[in-house]
């Protein structure tokens, strides 16, 4: 429970930290009826929990003592090294942050409950 709470606590405060200057004014995005400039980072970080995808192809759905890591298609190192390209490219960078924190996450919860880093 605490891995699921972290896909959601880990973005916020990252955005939290990002736009923790910024001022409490109507921006471009809230005129155009978008949100404010967090708010959507927040929502394009908390989007790429849609990687998850890939466990619907996995049998059984959900297994609480399986690394996603190395296991899942979209859970493969060749995936991770892409998502962390995709941080240093200005346009996808909060999908690359995204995708790469929760892949981080997810091998923190490989290492703590089955003891090891990649499937």
């Known amino acids: 429970m605490l891995h699921l709470a972290l896909h959601f ?3 916020a405060v990252l955005v939290g930290l990002l736009f923790r200057n910024q001022q409490h004014r109507k921006q ?3 005129k155009k009826g978008f949100g404010a400039r967090w708010q ?3 929502f394009i970080l908390i989007a790429t929990m849609a990687v998850d995808i890939d466990h619907l192809l996995a049998n ?3 297994d609480p003592n399986r690394c996603s890591i190395g296991f899942h298609p ?7 090294g892409l998502y962390t390209l995709l941080c240093f490219i200005p346009k996808t960078r909060l999908i690359g942050l995204g995708l790469t924190i929760h892949m981080a996450l ?5 290492q703590v409950t089955n003891g090891i880093w990649i499937n």
């Open 9 to 11: 606590l880990i973005p």
């Open 40 to 42: 959507v980072a927040y």
């Open 74 to 80: 979209l859970h493969q190192l060749w995936f991770i």
């Open 60 to 62: 059984p759905i959900y």
């Open 106 to 110: 997810d091998s923190i919860d490989c």
């Open 28 to 30: 471009w995005l809230v």
